[in-house]
């Protein structure tokens, strides 16, 4: 049995330069795992089986599914597997979780069924089912450009606490699409704000939270919506910042202190929030 564990994501950046012709939109992020973690557990079987924890996960509906058999296909491989899904990222959150078992599955199925892939091999399979899952073969932090497919490891950010909220809002189902949608062209960028991160980074300086952006925020916290104000609800708790989670609707916020983190995690669940702490993560585990 391997045991491989699927890490959530955050974009410390994500900027839409512009609509492709292919329909997708170009994009620049930097993108960082933090300790919030799925586990899958592989075991070789004779047929393919899901299992889970998480009574909303529909394995037909997942990319997990996607992942397996695409690797059957492109390998031709007759082996089966047993592969038990325990959630702990929230489903439909902006924290990455499909896209991150999806890679799990690449890298653990990889090395059950003894198919020698190498990375660049994994990553064109990646490609193919979506657009985060080439950074979850990386993990750590993460310059991502194109769609999301071409992914350039970076100097790992400082260790850093993260406070996040997962708002009781309706999961709205091909959210990320309706976001894409709902730009206009002023929340367009040119990719200098990523690229501002990039420099701090490979030069080492001090990461600050004023480095963080998050174009979806024109749209998710516009207005009156329920977004801006659970963000108002969490600065007047003590949070220096809030930033949204890729496509949301959970919130975040980095600190570098750790006991600010947890006097602000423990304010948040005393308003009964959905809240997490977690903290950054320098890469992806091997699979054990």
């Known amino acids: ?55 909303n996960w529909i394995p037909g509906e997942s990319l997990v599914a996607k992942a397996t058999s695409l690797l059957q296909e492109v390998t031709g491989s007759t082996k089966g597997a047993t592969i038990e899904v325990s959630k702990r990222i929230p489903l439909v959150s902006g924290l990455g979780g499909d896209s991150s078992n999806a890679a799990a599955i690449l890298r653990g199925l990889n090395k059950l069924w003894e198919l020698g892939l190498s990375l660049n091999e994994l990553l064109e399979l990646a490609a193919k089912l979506g657009s985060d899952v080439a950074f979850f073969l990386y ?26 909220v997962v708002p009781n809002t309706p999961r709205l189902p091909r959210k990320t699409e309706q976001l894409y949608a709902g730009l206009k062209v002023n929340h367009y960028t040119d990719g200098r704000i990523t690229e501002r991160l990039v420099e701090e980074l490979r030069k080492g300086r001090e990461f600050t939270p004023s480095l963080l952006f998050n174009t979806f925020e024109n749209i998710t916290f516009a207005g009156s919506s329920e977004l801006r104000v659970y963000k108002g609800h969490i600065i007047k708790m003590g949070a220096t910042n809030v930033h949204l989670a890729g496509s949301g609707p959970t919130l975040f916020s980095m600190v570098k202190d750790k006991a600010q983190a947890e006097d602000l995690y423990i304010r948040c669940q005393q308003q009964n929030l959905e809240t997490y702490l977690t903290e950054t993560l320098a890469g992806i585990e091997e699979v054990e």
Do not use: Y
């Open 139 to 164: 993990g750590g932090t993460a310059l991502v450009k194109g769609r999301g497919e071409m992914v350039t490891p970076l100097p790992p950010l400082p260790r850093m606490w993260v406070v996040l």
């Open 1 to 55: 049995m391997l045991t491989v564990l699927a890490p959530a994501k955050l974009n410390l950046t994500l900027e839409v330069l512009a609509k492709r012709r292919d329909g997708f939109h170009e994009v620049r992020s930097v993108i960082q795992t933090i300790n919030l973690c799925d586990s899958l557990r592989l075991q070789l079987s004779q047929n393919i089986e899901f299992k889970s924890d998480a009574p």
